[in-house]
């Protein structure tokens, strides 16, 4: 009895470790608090990957860390950017935001320049412009 | 020969066609360090998200806001109603805050109530005065600049501070600054 009890002890935590949801995963249709929808994403990259896109002159400068939260019915959106190298670079970013439909939320917004010291971090934030936006993309591009 | 180089160049000169292009509304200009278009919109972005996270909005009961100036304490020339209005437009779209008529378009307001009470209306369908809504916050803010110039550098940073006033009881619901800085090098 002993025995068969310390097994059924054993399946359950094999079980509950097999159900335990990765971190930044819980909510289905989420990754790191950002709308994937049905897209497969299942670390940063691909969330990084599914959701920064590069415009104009490219540039090496690209998110290491984006992440969502609500604020209200708003989405909150924090891009952490990173600048490796050894030199300051100039960029431009935007947010482009989307509908459940999948078409554009909100006017075009303008393009911000920021400049990032070398071997540095930047978080750019964001709030959307309205509840209708629930999804979104970063746009990047170089200002060297 | 050099009367002819200097003819020349006065034709050449004389006949150099000016070309005019369309731009991107939204990109970023550069052209001088004054304040600019980007300036203006960087300025109302950031206050626009900033403001739809300020609890009194968030609340979701559709406050009514009635905007007031933006001071110009800088060197320049500022349009800084281009500010407001930009402002404004950016939360109406957003659809979480309704706007009072403000005091630089009350006159208008005004008249047009009188002319609808004149004998050429139909009185069934003029409004009624005493019918308009007072607002519950008002808007105002500041912008104020500091210039430096060296020989070949020119800065410039300018700062934007603006703030939501709860106009019964006096108390600030929300503020927020956006600092910006342009610096020109020559040569």
Redesign the interface.
Known sequence: MKHGSLIGAVLLAFAATGCATKKGFEVPGQAFGCPVGDAKVSSMDDLIKAKVVMEGKRTTILPTELRCTKSGDLLRIDANLNNDSSSVKRIAYKFRWIDREGMRAADEESWKPLLIYENSNLVVNTVSPSNKASDFRLILRSQE | MKKLILVALVLAAGCAKDTTRYGDA???ETVTNQFGS?DL??IA?SM??SM??APVI?A?NLPIVTVQEVRNKTSEYIDTRAITDSIRA?LQ????VRFAVDQAAMNQQVEEIKRQSSEFYAKEQAVEKGQMVGAQYRMEGNITSIVKQVKDVKDVYYKVNLQLWNIRNGLLEWSDEKEIRKTTTKG
Do not use: S
């Open positions: 939204r990109g970023i980007t919109q960087l972005e626009t998200r739809l996270q968030v979701g950016e779209k957003g659809g979480k």
